[in-house]
């Protein structure tokens, strides 16, 4: 299989203080793919995903140790700009955290920042990134209204709009539609359906039906440990590692 | 506790919370009666416009309160563009940025600040800045709107960090989590997400101050030169509160002088209210849902 390998941990462990949260995670994950990340609760996904993009750094006595490279070079590097990775590592979070601001603002916000000062410039990313976050239609009249006026589900899409506007490659989304009614989760899988050809997606999920549904690859956590990683539909059908495959039909039933 | 006392407890705190609410509308009360009759009498437009305030002339005495009110406002004004500005960011940098050890330090020092009283900060003023400026800046006299404007700065300043430090405070970490994850630095989120997040707190800090400063009478006199001119920068001025604290002695009881000096009280009491109210009204008005 020849796929270009964009995010890469080779014996990654991961500290708050002493406590360790992650053990020699060994996981690659595939460019434009959607990857899901699941496991029980505690068992060190979110501590992953926010490694990826060095959320972890904002923690007092969080430490990573190992290696784990995007395009080949060392995240944690000393030195490195972390404000620009992160840029091209966006973030959905499990609750919608828009800003007090209107729609419109919160989409600029990223552009802003980075530099784009021209109106026609942002109206158009605006105008694009609500589009591909499938949220225009709701939004187009209303972008000068207050963002936290909006529903659940759109806030969520919004904030998909939000990380899009600053146009990065990935796209982490930790439990990102765990607090969303069904219709609302769906159309945000939909969403991701249409991303993945653009955009590579990590994703964490406590919803076994989700995974499947969306995503080409899959790691099992346990423990602060990857026990299992490969093609999505393999590891569910065929789960070799007995603990995967106890995890799998307990949350399938 | 029984039922009966559990109602007892609630009367009584009933009771207080009227009580608080009853002394001021007998403060509103008698502001009115005791200050109306003097305006009506000097004429509205006298007393508020008039550019001259000279009642201890007992032929032809003049009640026109502008130079006093303008003082006040130039005085509060000035004193709010530098204290607030310097508050909010002390506020920042006590809320984000300073290691806990100093942040405690400078808390403590600020509150200390506030606990300075009036008439000391006035006299520090008074044989300090007031010759400092005479010197520096080849003046007259160095009592002045600017000395009273800087010694307002600082004794609104502690105020003023208190409560902007509590607005950020309160900001939820969620809002700055998402502007890091969007590849924002810490300086560009605390100024565009968290400062802006604060806002109707911060503007309760900025109206305080401002409203503190309206109202400071005792050190102000001591470094204004108290000369009832209409203001300048570097003139000698009289405020509202330090008319009213000069003067009050000398009026005799149930002059219209005596008179004038409560409508004064009444004018200084609506502004105060006013700010007051402001971050209220600015709240209802660009709220949040
Ligand atoms: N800020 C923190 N400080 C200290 N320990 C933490 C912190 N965040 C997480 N942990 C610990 O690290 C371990 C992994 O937590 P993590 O949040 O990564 O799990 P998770 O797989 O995302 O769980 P969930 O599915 O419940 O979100 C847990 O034992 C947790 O208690
Ligand atoms: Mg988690």
């Known amino acids: 299989m020849s796929e270009q390998i964009i995010l890469s941990a080779r014996g990654l462990d991961f500290y708050y203080g002493p406590a360790q949260a992650l053990r020699s995670i060994h996981l690659d994950i595939p460019a434009k793919k959607v ?46 700009d972390v404000a620009a990775l992160r840029r091209r590592i966006g973030m959905v979070f499990q609750k919608p955290n828009l800003f007090p601001m209107s729609i419109y603002d919160n989409v600029a916000y990223g552009p802003r920042l980075h530099g784009i000062r021209s109106r026609s410039a942002l109206d158009e990313t605006v105008e694009r990134s609500l589009r591909a976050a499938a949220i225009w239609e709701e939004v187009a009249n209303r972008l000068k209204r207050p963002a936290l006026g909006l529903s659940g589900g759109q806030q969520q899409r919004l904030c998909i709009a939000r990380a899009l506007a600053v146009e ?13 009614d069904p219709i609302s989760t769906g159309r945000i899988e939909t969403l991701l359906g249409t991303l993945k050809d653009r955009y590579t997606i990590v994703l964490v999920t406590h919803n076994m ?45 | ?29 008698f502001f009115l009666s005791s200050g109306l009759p003097a305006i009506r009498e000097i004429g509205w437009k006298e007393f508020l416009l008039g550019r001259v305030w000279d009642s201890a002339d007992r032929a032809a005495p003049q009640f026109g309160i502008l130079p006093l009110l303008l003082a006040s406002i130039y005085g509060a004004a000035g004193a709010a563009a530098l204290a607030v500005p310097l508050g909010l960011l002390t506020a920042l940098f006590l809320a984000r940025a300073a290691p806990k050890g100093v942040a405690a330090c400078v808390r403590q020092l600020v509150r200390l600040l506030a606990g300075v009283p009036s008439v000391v900060c006035g006299l520090v003023g ?40 509590d607005a950020l405070a309160a900001v939820p970490a969620a809002y700055e989590e998402a502007s890091f994850a969007l590849g924002a630095t810490e300086t560009e989120t605390w100024f565009q997400v968290t400062l802006p997040a604060a806002g109707s707190g911060v503007l309760a800090a900025v109206a305080l101050g401002i409203g503190r400063a309206v109202g400071e009478a005792m050190a102000v006199l001591m470094v204004a030169g108290n000369v009832a001119n209409m203001p300048t920068l570097l003139g000698s001025v009289r405020l509202l509160t330090t008319g009213i604290a000069m003067e009050f002695g000398y009026a005799a ?32 008005k660009g709220g949040r849902p």
């Open chain 1, 209 to 253: 039906r989700q995974a499947a549904r969306v995503s080409s690859r899959t790691a099992f956590f346990l423990n602060g440990e990857v026990v299992e990683r490969g093609p999505t539909e393999r590891l569910f059908s065929m789960p070799r590692d007995r603990r995967t495959e106890a995890y799998l039909t307990g949350c399938l039933g």
């Open chain 2, 253 to 284: 009881a149930g002059s219209l002088r005596q008179r004038a000096l409560l409508s004064i009280g009444l004018v200084l009491f609506v502004l105060v209210v006013l700010m007051n109210a402001l971050p209220h009204l600015a709240r209802r």
């Open chain 1, 168 to 180: 990065p490659e990935v796209l982490l989304m930790d439990e990102a539609t765990s607090a969303l």
């Open chain 2, 126 to 165: 008074m044989t300090v800045l007031v010759p400092f400026l005479r010197e520096w800046l080849d003046l007259p006299a160095g009592d002045s709107l600017l000395a009273a404007v800087l010694v307002l700065a600082v004794m609104i300043l502690p105020p003023v960090v208190e409560l902007a430090e």
């Open chain 1, 35 to 80: 990857t899901a990340l699941i496991g029980p609760s505690g068992c060190g996904k979110s501590t992953f995903l926010r490694c990826l993009n060095r959320m972890n750094d904002l923690i007092p006595g969080a430490r990573a140790e190992g290696s784990l490279t995007f395009h080949g070079e060392e995240i944690y590097q000393k030195g490195r």
């Open chain 2, 1 to 29: 506790m029984s039922r009966a006392g559990e109602r007892a407890a609630q009367a009584v705190l009933f009771l207080c919370a009227l009580a608080a609410v009853a002394l001021l509308l007998l403060l509103t009360a």
